[in-house]
């Protein structure tokens, strides 16, 4: 859709749409789709928040939470929302951690637009960017004054909000890129 629509527009749209599409400064884009090693990390990284979440108020959904950020609308990859006190089905408006698997269509957009739009809201304490074609984990906190940190395979890295520890090579596992497998076979012969 080329034109220009309002937000009442999108969502009628979105609701008969059978695919997802972001709504971003009042134009409408459809989410492309994913690739095996993009739906992997999306599902390593969602698997562990939602086996780690099981209980208390917390809860992770993957690729299908849609958040408002103002007038835009968008499709993370994977969202943990701590605030159950909001009972619109439409969007969660509250994620404590968004993650963005980054892919060359996405990447322009999810460091760019979606960054300034997530950092700038009051309930989001971690925005996460994963590489997909290498072995690049990139963790902006809130507590950090959003300062990128990089972590590698062979690192860990602790989602404070949630008080969990994720292992780079879990989140990787089944990822089919030259520098996982380079580090595997690294790995094995020593």
């Known amino acids: 859709m080329n ?5 009442k527009q999108y969502l009628e749209y979105e609701l008969n749409s059978e695919i ?8 409408v ?4 789709g994913a690739t095996k090693n993009h739906r992997r990390l999306s599902g390593n990284v969602g698997s562990a928040f939602l086996n780690h979440l099981q209980t208390g108020p917390c809860e992770a959904s993957i690729a299908d939470a849609r958040i408002k950020v103002g007038t ?7 969202v ?17 951690i968004i993650v963005e698997v980054l892919s060359r269509s996405t990447r322009h957009t999810d460091k760019g637009v979606k960054l ?15 590489e997909q ?3 690049s984990v990139e963790v902006l906190r809130k507590s950090d004054g959003w300062v990128p940190r990089h972590y590698s395979l062979g690192d860990e890295i602790h989602f404070e909000s949630i ?7 879990d989140i990787y596992h089944r990822v089919n890129n030259k520098d996982v497998v380079e580090y595997f076979e690294n790995k094995v012969s020593d």
């Open 133 to 135: 074609e290498y072995a």
């Open 163 to 169: 008080e969990l520890t994720i292992s780079v090579e």
């Open 116 to 130: 300034l739009s997530y950092i700038n809201m009051p309930h989001l304490q971690e925005y996460v960017l994963i």
């Open 80 to 96: 943990v929302d701590c605030d159950d006190s909001d009972d619109n089905s439409m969007y969660a408006n509250k994620p404590t």
């Open 20 to 27: 997802r599409h972001e709504y971003i400064d009042g134009y």
């Open 72 to 78: 835009n609308y968008f499709y993370p990859d994977v």
């Open 29 to 32: 884009y459809a989410r492309p």
């Open 3 to 7: 034109k220009r629509i309002n937000v």
